[in-house]
């Protein structure tokens, strides 16, 4: 649906392209050796809309469990329309194998915990973020 702002004389067809805007997504991963590892996450912001396939990158790193936890990066997976013009996103990815823990500022890999990796899937929230900036 094209936006039609005007400011002063100037005027704008901002509909041209689909505003950018980023998604929501939280999970619990499966379980593995032992235990399992909440994340919460934001997709990085692109333009797009409910019928164009787009999709959106993510990454981020789990909560801490079994004193560690694992970072993670993906892609979702195509825009599904929803009845009133919304749409989210699948995402279906695992973690990355290496586990980490917190040092004093930064991070170091635990060699103590065999390395293995969790999976994880659902849907993202609606897009977010959708503002009218012209």
């Known amino acids: 649906m094209p936006i039609r702002k005007t400011i002063g004389a100037w005027s704008s ?9 980023a998604h929501y997504f939280r999970a ?8 399992v590892h909440e994340l919460q996450l934001f997709t990085y912001p692109v333009n797009g809309s409910e019928g164009d ?3 959106h990158t993510f990454q981020g790193h789990t909560l801490i469990d079994g004193r560690h936890f694992h970072r993670l990066q993906g892609t979702t997976g195509p825009a599904l329309g929803l009845p009133n013009g919304d749409h989210y ?10 586990p980490f823990a917190f040092r004093g500022g930064y991070y170091t890999t635990l060699l103590a915990v065999k390395r293995h990796t969790h999976t994880f899937h659902g849907a993202t929230s609606t897009g977010l973020g959708y503002a009218d900036w012209l």
Do not use: C, F, K
């Open 13 to 21: 067809n901002v509909g041209a392209v689909p505003r950018a805007h």
């Open 53 to 55: 396939g787009h999709v």
């Open 89 to 98: 996103h699948l995402i279906n990815s695992e973690t990355i194998n290496e």
């Open 28 to 35: 619990i991963t499966d379980e593995e050796q032992g235990h």
